[in-house]
């Protein structure tokens, strides 16, 4: 089975200043890791995924992670945020198909991004 | 936009009423997972379809149940409704394995 922790519910940050999500995850096998924003009333919008090779992924809207296997973390940041970027960030995790880890994305609670003028 | 349509996107029920609740897939996927998002929390897994099969279901009782269609679109059903299943309730449409493309939802509330 897989966990997901987002370490912080609330993250306030002050436009143009940057920030950082934090994400930890548990499995017992190896996971595809994601990020995905949604905003007020909207469904899930797929930001950035881990699957292999480089550690360092980009995604869209200025937005990069990092995983860290030793640490099992999958931190999200962007050098400077804009007001548009107000929304709840989710990570999740997936098994690769035949790793025998079942076939769900398994969510954090989510991360509520806050950018003030 | 995905190209993933869910309907209705929002709808009201009554206590003990039944609800269906409507997934298009998009093109070329197979396969379709349903999750439920209670206010405040992050999406939990409820079930998924593979090649009209259910393919993998989450820890939720079994008056949630669903349908897959041959074109791979989707129903879920959730009968004798409580007021905690009000939620949004997304679908994905994927290849096995892989998440897929979120639905923008369909809103439920219980009353």
């Known amino acids: 089975a897989q966990s997901v922790t987002q370490l912080d519910s609330q993250v306030p940050v002050f436009e143009e200043a940057p920030v950082e999500l934090r994400c930890n995850y548990s499995?017992?096998?190896?996971?595809?890791l994601f990020w995905y924003v949604q905003y007020p009333n909207q469904g899930l919008q797929l930001l950035l995924k881990?699957?292999?090779?480089?550690?360092l992924v980009k995604g869209i809207n200025g937005f990069e992670a990092e995983f860290n296997k030793s640490q099992t973390s999958f931190h999200l940041r962007k050098p400077s945020v804009h007001i548009s970027d107000t929304a709840e960030y989710f990570c999740a995790v997936i098994p690769p198909v035949g790793t025998g880890g079942g076939n769900k994305l398994t969510f954090g609670t989510g991360t509520q991004l806050k950018v003030e003028l | 936009e995905t190209g993933v349509t869910q309907s209705p996107t929002h709808l009201i029920k009554t206590r003990g009423q039944q609800v269906t609740l409507r997934c298009s897939s998009q093109?070329?996927?197979?396969?379709v997972s349903w999750y439920q998002q209670a206010l405040g929390q992050g999406p939990q897994f409820i079930f998924q379809y593979y090649r009209e099969e259910e393919n993998g279901r989450g820890n939720f009782p079994p008056r949630f149940s669903g349908l897959q269609f041959p074109n791979y679109s989707s129903e879920l059903n959730v009968n004798a409704l409580e007021l905690d299943d009000s939620a949004l309730y997304l679908c994905a449409s994927s290849y096995p394995g892989t998440p897929g493309d979120f639905g923008e939802g369909s809103w439920l509330t219980v009353v």
């Open positions: 093109s070329g996927h197979n396969t």
């Open positions: 881990y699957l292999s090779g480089s550690t």
């Open positions: 499995s017992s096998v190896s996971v595809y």
